[in-house]
């Protein structure tokens, strides 16, 4: 069964770091471009970081650059993104997809470009 299940998501406070795993099962993730994205309570699915298959480009949301980092192990299949600085605007449950690409440099930044979802994991940052 393919799937994409994230991890690591909880309570963090204002300041402090947090480290979410997307293992992706029933598909090889070098075929993929992949992606985080968020969601807050009442607001759209936001981009936060992408990376190209190769691993060798990556990209942020304005948001979020220069606090968060973006990686991939292609030999554990996993996409990481490690959350730094954490600020409670940051709070919303986190995003990992997944979407087929010829490339291996290009990365896709838009929502409606993955059509592979996983389920989501929460991230909540106190003040």
């Known amino acids: 069964q393919e799937q994409l299940v994230e991890s690591g998501g909880g309570l963090a406070q204002a300041g402090g770091s947090l480290r979410l795993s997307c293992v992706a099962t029933?598909?090889?993730?070098?075929?993929?471009?992949m992606g985080w994205f968020r969601q807050a309570p009442g607001k759209e699915r936001e981009f936060v970081a992408g990376?190209?298959?190769?691993?060798?480009?990556?990209y942020y949301g304005h948001s979020v650059k220069g606090r968060f980092t973006i990686s991939r192990d292609n030999a554990k299949n996993t996409v990481y993104l490690e959350v730094n600085s954490l600020k409670p605007e940051d709070t919303a449950v986190y995003y990992c997809?997944?979407?087929?690409?010829?490339?291996?440099?290009?990365?896709?930044?838009?929502?409606?470009?993955?059509?592979?979802w996983g389920q989501g994991t929460q991230v909540t940052v106190s003040s």
């Open positions: 997809a997944a979407a087929a690409t010829l490339g291996s440099s290009y990365i896709f930044s838009q929502r409606h470009e993955y059509p592979y």
């Open positions: 029933g598909r090889t993730v070098t075929d993929y471009c």
């Open positions: 990376i190209s298959r190769s691993g060798s480009n990556t």
